[in-house]
């Protein structure tokens, strides 16, 4: 299957658990891969027969700033479903990821796969 990759979406969004969180936006970085058949794509060349890898980015970036999730597992599904929403992915694995959200590391975060029929892969 190949690959739709979106890195390191930066996304400005409430999420997390303390209060302190809750009152600010922060940054959120989101990192998707849509796996899909770019077969039909590389002989007509059309747009229309692409993953709209803009479209599936703002989305993302869109929800991810207006949910106010509350964990980063929570976010990261629900932009799984989103990008499933495209009829042309058949898998996505999306990672969430909240710099310095823990002291010494870069960022935390979680990953997710997820496949058409609804299952975790």
């Known amino acids: 299957m190949d690959k739709i990759i979106i890195r390191d979406l930066v996304a400005r969004g409430i999420i997390g658990i303390n209060d302190w969180e809750r009152e600010k936006v922060q940054d959120i970085v ?7 058949d770019t077969r039909k ?9 692409c993953v709209d890898y ?3 980015a703002k ?3 869109a929800h ?3 949910a106010g999730r509350r964990t980063v597992e929570a976010l990261a599904n629900d932009i799984a479903e989103l990008c499933l929403q495209d009829d042309a992915v058949q898998k996505v694995t999306v990672r ?5 959200a823990v002291r010494f590391s870069a ?3 979680v990953e997710v796969e997820r496949t058409r029929d609804g299952e975790a892969s």
Not at 44 to 49: A, C, I, K, T, V
């Open 41 to 49: 794509a590389w002989r007509s060349d059309l747009l229309e027969d």
């Open 64 to 66: 991810a700033e207006a």
């Open 96 to 100: 969430v990821e909240k710099p310095g």
């Open 30 to 36: 989101i990192n998707i891969i849509a796996y899909a």
């Open 54 to 56: 803009r479209a599936l």
């Open 59 to 61: 989305k993302a970036r």
């Open 107 to 109: 960022s935390v975060g």
